[in-house]
């Protein structure tokens, strides 16, 4: 193991203060378990002129050694960063983590990703597995690269059941392996909630994020220039995090407003950027066939729904038949950004500790089986109780015995 590597840990903070508080913690945790010297480690957070008061966050975060930046207006995330990214400094040898405030490293996840990274020079950035919850139960969506192709189908998904199905059975092929890979895979697109590149490679970029985006798109715009380069994009699925998701730009309603705002300028300028004043204007052209269609034909489910009703308490998928399965979640219909669950019998009932990080809401799932394919239902339930609003800590590890199972409770 390289214990002299230096590591800048850059985050963006925007309402979310408690949240990076537990990240900082958690990286520090596993910096300290791997052995590494504390001098090594920078740690910035930058506060995007959050509008809540983050006083109490910001002065623990100050305690725990991080430098804290304030801004006096909301720069964006790519601009929060590479502001966060100035105030470091470092070798070529060292490592760079671009990170969510609302991320927790679990044990061997940071060690599993900066020794990857230092003994291929042909990797350009990494990034780990992350699920919603501890238990590893609920594993977030892959990204798919941003092409006008794929917003065309995506779009037709939307609005048409028969193009939904289409496009789900070619997303699902690609996610899959992706759910379940143990070790590193070359991937075209990575999250960019926690990614880790050597120190000259962000160098070589002059700045780890492109100013040009408000909100979203900063990173496919980096793995873009990556790869680009000549660089690989490696996953690597036995390191795991926590992503606590849109505790910053929420879900729902709140999302619609000046977070929508900002992604369609960042959308814009993505596919301008790599596709041209003809990639953009189809993209704007698509948006608007999306926004006119009528309401009631739009996101219509692809399947037959069994509707299970409203649960407070954890509710349990029944299945057709005792099998292997993936189930995915969503809060739309159509499955376009789902979440996966994988486990074996014939039902799947939530964990009491994975269920309270689900927001409150509308939620969609279906099943297939793993060795056969075979479709085993759909259904959709309503959780009428808020998530959880507290971060996961440190402290609260030791109650996750079986931590790295990922296997669901039958």
């Known amino acids: 193991m390289t214990k002299d590597v230096g590591l800048a840990a850059l985050v963006v903070n925007y309402n979310s203060g408690a949240f ?6 958690s ?5 300290d378990r791997e052995g590494r010297p504390r001098e090594r480690l920078q740690v910035v957070v930058v506060d995007n002129a959050s509008p809540t008061d983050q006083t109490g966050a910001l002065e623990r975060l100050d305690g725990l050694g991080t430098r804290v ?23 070529p040898g060292d490592v760079v983590a671009v990170l969510n405030p609302d991320l927790f490293f679990l044990p061997g996840s940071l060690d599993t990703m900066i020794e990857y990274l230092l003994a291929h020079p042909e990797c350009g950035a990494i990034d780990p597995r992350a699920s919603v919850d501890p238990r590893g139960i609920i594993r977030l969506p892959r990204n798919l690269l941003p092409t006008p192709l794929d917003h065309f189908r995506c779009v037709l998904a939307h609005l048409n059941p028969a193009c939904c199905r289409a ?4 997303r699902l092929r690609v996610v899959l392996p992706y759910w379940q890979v143990t070790g590193p895979v070359e991937s075209d697109m990575l999250s960019g909630c926690c990614v880790l590149m050597r120190r000259e490679v962000v160098e070589g970029l002059g700045r780890p994020m492109d100013d040009r985006y408000p909100l979203y798109y900063e990173d496919t715009d980096l793995f873009r220039t990556l790869t680009g380069r000549g660089l690989r994009l490696v996953h690597h699925g036995g390191a795991r995090i926590l992503h606590h998701w849109s505790r910053s730009a929420g879900v729902g309603g709140q ?3 000046e977070p929508l705002r900002r992604y369609r300028l960042s959308q814009r300028a993505y596919f301008e950027k790599f596709y041209g004043r003809g990639g953009r204007l189809l993209v704007d052209a698509m948006n608007r066939v999306e926004s006119w269609w009528p309401e009631a034909k739009s996101y219509r489910p692809m399947h037959a729904m069994e509707d299970l009703g409203v649960h407070a308490e954890p509710v349990t998928i029944p299945l057709r038949r005792r099998t292997s399965y993936v189930l995915e979640l969503s809060m739309a219909p159509t499955f376009i950004v789902a979440g996966g669950i994988f486990g074996g019998g014939d039902r799947f009932t939530y964990p009491a500790d994975t269920w309270a990080w689900l927001f ?3 939620y969609f799932m279906r099943g297939f089986d793993l060795d056969t394919g075979e479709f085993l239902g759909a259904w959709r339930f309503v959780k009428p109780t808020p998530g959880r609003e507290s971060p996961f800590t440190v402290e609260e590890l030791a109650a996750y015995e079986n931590l790295h199972s990922g296997e669901p409770a039958e």
Do not use: K
């Not at 990076?20 to 913690?25: E, L, R, Y």
């Not at 930046?69 to 100035?86: I, P």
């Not at 496009?167 to 070619?170: A, F, V």
């Open 360 to 362: 409150q809401g509308e």
């Open 167 to 170: 496009y789900s059975r070619r």
């Open 20 to 25: 990076a508080v537990s990240c900082v913690g």
């Open 69 to 91: 930046v304030r801004t006096a207006e909301n720069l964006g995330y790519a601009r929060g960063m590479n502001l966060a990214y100035r105030a470091t400094s470092g070798a």
């Open 27 to 31: 990286l520090l945790a596993e910096w």
């Open 255 to 257: 999302f619609m407003g």
